[in-house]
């Protein structure tokens, strides 16, 4: 009897200890997720606080019915981060692989690597838009060092998105490289030294031993940095500005729903298009996680 009174008295401390904790969570996790899915079905403009009125679904049916703007910008966002990732993981892969091996330098190396981790997304938009400036930014006078004429990179409909993209690959692959790097680290040697011993070919043992072996770590840091590069809105607002352009070329879901928010005050619609984004990328989690289980098993 005793034994039980103490185990209820542990499990009252532990849920008073917690409390706090889950309290703060409901408060600034749950409590902005529901509203929003509750604004997403009034007619909110002009003020959040102002008389509004339910419309259930319509705002959905107003988003997913836009040709002219959400699903472009729909497919912007998907472009923008499959080829980002896809960049970012093949040449993480390439430096992980290549810092794999102790050689003279090796920290210094890792050291310049981590540099453009350290500032900040606006930071980086803001170097390269001098970088890429048309007129006197360095990487036309290196291009027409080879005659390659001035390209008009961040200026350009054609352009704007494949540089977003470059320079995103330039800030997160040091970010890929790391987490491949520490995978490739708690790798066992005797698989490749057995596949050394019976001819395997470097590229073979890459392919057939190394690869299968990191798998989940590759599948995990695609889950992080593809949700991270979802989201991504601070880089490409700092570079094109209000609409990802005079054009929205570079309007991804993120900048149409700022815009929305904050440049048309249609809260509502706005509210809507935020919780189709994050619909979509639990479902890309959920997609990711099912594929690192099955590559762990």
Known sequence: ????????????????????????????????????????????FGA?????GFLG????????????????????????????VVLELGLGLALAMLLRRPFRGMRWVRT?????????????????MLILDPTVGIANQLLGLVGIPPQPFLGSIAQS??????????????????????????????????ALVDGATGWQRFRFVTVPMLATTIV??????????????????????PGGGSSHEAETLNVYAYGLTFDYQEYGLASAVLVVFTVLIILIVVALRRRSAKAGS
């Open 1 to 44: 009897m005793a034994a039980r009174t103490l185990e209820q008295e542990n499990r009252r401390l532990k849920w008073t200890m917690i409390s706090p904790a889950v309290l703060f969570i409901g408060l600034m996790i749950v409590f902005p997720l529901l509203y929003t899915v509750w604004l997403s079905t009034t007619d909110a």
């Open 57 to 84: 679904l319509l705002n959905y049916s107003d988003a997913l019915s836009d040709v002219r703007r959400f699903w472009p910008a729909v497919l912007r966002t998907a472009v923008f981060t499959v080829a980002a």
């Open 161 to 194: 998105l494949p540089t977003l993209v470059l320079i995103d690959v330039w800030q997160w692959t040091p970010m890929m490289t790391l987490l491949l790097l520490a995978g490739l680290s708690t790798l066992p040697a005797e698989p490749e030294e057995a």
């Open 220 to 241: 995990t840091a695609l889950v992080l940095r593809s949700v991270d590069a979802l989201k991504t809105f601070d880089l490409i607002y700092a570079t094109k500005g």
């Open 48 to 52: 959040v606080n102002a008389d509004t």
């Open 112 to 128: 310049i690597m981590m540099v453009p981790l350290l500032a900040t997304p606006v930071a980086v938009g803001v170097l390269w």
